[in-house]
């Protein structure tokens, strides 16, 4: 069934070349369903931007766009397809969809030469067909094209070579056989307070007919004080749903109790077969949307369908590639394979072999996430525990039912990378590590936690000598709810963020000022504070400066430091070996609008140790009892009619 073609006449014979293709094998006829998009930047995308969509690094100019989705090429000029969100990930559809074969189609005008490239797993690429088009007159084209080399990994992507000008438009990656299912599409938005945010979300869907047409639902969880239904855009979005629209403002339950509501709507209020769950402060590719349907209308199986996280203050940067959970540690880390923070802005799909093998993960975060209705029929809600691990333990949840996830390249958003935030250290510490717990205690193999103590405690000594008490102190407070056990997780749901801030205000490192201006400018010597910023790189240092730093914790404190800060530090600079050896220090805030004052305190260090190895042990010893007790609940706790009798007695009103 497969349709190849040659390379051009001249150039060298490559393995995958075969024969010039006669005019009728290039007739469209293959293309049966749109899967993805070829997409043009937009025109205020600036040059790296632009990266993810266009190389054109061999174009005497850009690519002048005429819309999302056709554009023209000036005469000499060569550009290349081979971008994150126009090459087609062809291990992914290999390894998930029914397909054997995928289309690809381009109108074209203009003399050129289209030719179609692959690449294997370790990024080696090489040509597979192409064809070349004389004249003016407007001429459309496919390539059906193998999916079995893909196993392990690579691309299908395509460059074009403009011997004239040359436009090309409403080109294509296609199915050629019909889908095995036609998902009906519900979208959930889960905002506090940032009603502009989540509106923007919304109307860069509707906005895209296509996407607009396969809407079936979308419900926004409106949780704040701030709310959707006064924030300008909204009559403009209600305009274009219609019926469609659910605003629903409830109480703040945080991104579980948030997207819960929206799956709720989903599943009882509509006919849709999947909900994709959107984080609010996000910019979306609303083609991320039809592909992410795509890939389930195709899958072998019902699976969760997840989009990859780009970096939304440096948008050509991809932040996330997939993520798994460490079942040693019970803590999340990225895929094999994966590193943070690849620019495409400095190298190219083609230039980075990393790109190509097939990743493969536990979860994808709820930043962009289908889950099918079928899924959660099987295995239920989320679990009720505000924010953080809700999404990497329904996943694991959902992996352990026979429901797989894939992290799709191509299908992103752009979101606030957690480089940019800080949020394991503030009140959000709290549900870090008491939902850790839990998940831990739902999936973990092993029966007394493996090395998750153990890596609790380095990492509360951690927090304790860099003089942030506050949040040993928040860990302290998830060690007792956890072993309180599973029965106050939905009554206590509410509140539980208030008692978290209330907790972190109780120290000084967890009360934010504006400015280091704001108290005396600091005490030590710029000379001896350049001494202790060097950064112990052999184990032997690193060893002493433990040691010092431990004692130096013990020893009192000089009353003029608790007033005046030795140092004035900015966030990056705030490690361990430095501030363990300091009485005090201003540090600033993350996000860099204000911050802290960190003073040492010898007798809260001793207690908080002392409380944390003594909580930590217990947690140890009884692991094997609180697993018991929680995966006996998991049922209750992750139930439709749990969340039906929750969001009745928090109280809601649809808008």
Known sequence: MTTTTPQVADAPVKPDAVSEPAESDLTPDKAVTLVQRVLMPRPADQLKVRSLYLDEENAGTRVVQEGRHSGLIAAGSEVSFATYFNAFPASYWRRWSVLGSIVLRVTVSGTCRIDVHRSKADGESMHVTGV?????????VEFELDLAPFIDGGWYWFDVTAESETQIREAGWYAPQAPVEEPRLAVGICTYNRPVDALAAARALVEDPAVLERLSLVTIADQGNNHVKDAAGYDEVKAALGERLHVVEQPNLG??????????EAFTRSDATHVVLLDDDIMIEPDSL????????YAKSPMLVGGQMLALQNRSVLHSMGEIVDRETFFWTNAPHTYYHHDFGKRTLRESADLHRRIDVDYNGWWMCLIPRTVVDEIGMPLPVFIKWDDAEYGLRAFAAGFPTASLPGTAIWHLSWGDKDDASDWQAYFHIRNRLIAAALHSPHRHGGKLFREMLKADLRFLINLQYSTVELHHLAYRDFLAGPEALFRGM??????ARRVRATHADGQVLSSSADLPLPSMPTAKAMRFRRIPVKPLQIGKTLVSA???NARPVDPENLETPQLNLAFQDARWFLLSRLDSATVGTADGRGVTFRRRDPATFRRLAATSAQLLRRMAAEFPDLQRRYQAAAGELTSMESWSQAFEEWGYQRV
């Open 494 to 499: 509410p509140e539980s963020v208030v008692q």
């Open 132 to 140: 070349s088009h004389v004249g003016d007159d407007e001429r459309t």
């Open 290 to 297: 039809l592909r992410a349907r795509a890939f389930a209308a």
């Open 550 to 552: 431990l004692v130096h």
């Open 255 to 264: 991104g579980s109790g948030g997207f819960a509501r929206t799956m709720h």
